[in-house]
């Protein structure tokens, strides 16, 4: 696909910010749609155009981006009122980075397209924002094939592993289990942290020791320092994980597929929000130790 088609982007929040500019800086004419004037000011400053409603934003793009929160606000923004599905071209592609639930993708999928002759495509990311910037980004993809080769170009601005799962929900289904994974490794971790520090050792130097070995992982040599060190910067949130585990348990019930450590996982992270750490980075779980 060419630089000249029109890209829309809605969901400018810690996630979406970074990979609407890479599209920017990539050479499409940018329009986004959102509600909040301070997420927006800073791409329109830097030449994109605001839409005042998902409509407008379909009716003015060749291809629509989204990432948000959860399957509601997906929901909303693609069949609801002056939504996508109104202002869309037949042939039109939406690319929903969203982490949300399969069946409910799938559904998404299909309305749209009967209303619109829209394509679309769920391709959640991994690796959280540093990894736009070095075009690292993992997205895991599902729908049709052809589809997702006609924007390939347009993903490797910012992703550097693309890859085809299947058929429609196919690529929601691989990011909830790549949740399960983090998940259950974010608890290990806090609870491996808190006994490194109650034993006593240099447990910032854990991670240099175990490097190359069984317990050595991507989670272990990033969160673990944090863990230890209390640094608590803000890549993830705990909240949106358990919003994710809970998919995770809902997906395993639909699969009569039993999971009880991301059951105990996803328990962790509700307990972390009851005691007012949702809205806190990931490496904060281990703070549950510390109270």
């Known amino acids: 696909m060419g630089e000249r088609l029109r890209i829309g982007f809605v969901g400018l929040g810690r996630m979406g ?28 400053a830097r030449g994109a155009t605001r839409a005042a409603s998902p409509a407008e934003l379909a009716a003015a793009s060749d291809v629509v981006f989204l990432c948000v929160t959860d399957t509601e606000a997906v929901q909303q923004l ?18 929903d980075h969203s982490t949300i639930h399969p069946t409910a993708t799938r ?28 075009r690292a980004l993992v997205v895991f993809v599902g729908g049709d094939a052809g589809i997702l080769e006609r924007v ?18 196919s690529g929601q289904t691989t990011k909830l289990l790549n949740q399960a994974l983090v998940g259950i490794g974010f608890a290990a971790l806090a609870e491996t942290a808190r006994l490194a520090l109650a034993c006593g050792i240099d447990a910032s130097r854990l991670p240099e020791a175990l ?9 272990l040599q990033e969160y673990f320092p944090r863990m230890v060190a209390g640094d608590r910067r803000l890549f993830g949130r705990i909240d949106i994980l358990l919003k ?15 999971m009880p450590l991301a059951a ?17 980075d990931n490496a904060a779980l281990v703070d549950l130790y510390r109270r």
């Open 211 to 219: 490097a190359d070995g069984r317990g050595d992982s991507r989670l």
């Open 264 to 280: 105990l996982a996803s328990e962790l992270h509700r307990l972390a929000v009851a005691v007012g750490l949702g809205a806190e």
């Open 152 to 169: 390939r170009p347009i993903l490797s601005l910012y992703a550097g592993r693309i890859t085809h799962m299947g058929p429609s929900g």
């Open 107 to 134: 559904a998404i999928a299909r309305e749209i397209a009967a209303r619109a002759a829209m394509h679309w495509l769920d391709a959640p990311v991994s690796g959280g924002p540093p990894a736009v910037a070095r």
């Open 244 to 258: 994710d585990l809970d998919m995770v348990g809902s997906l395993a019930r639909e699969a009569a597929s039993p």
């Open 17 to 44: 910010a970074p990979i609407a500019l890479a599209l920017l800086e990539g050479g499409f004419p940018l329009t986004v749609f959102g509600r909040d004037a301070m997420r927006l000011a800073p791409i329109l």
């Open 78 to 95: 693609a069949l609801g009122p002056r939504g996508l599905a109104e202002g869309g071209r037949p042939g039109a592609i939406v690319v």
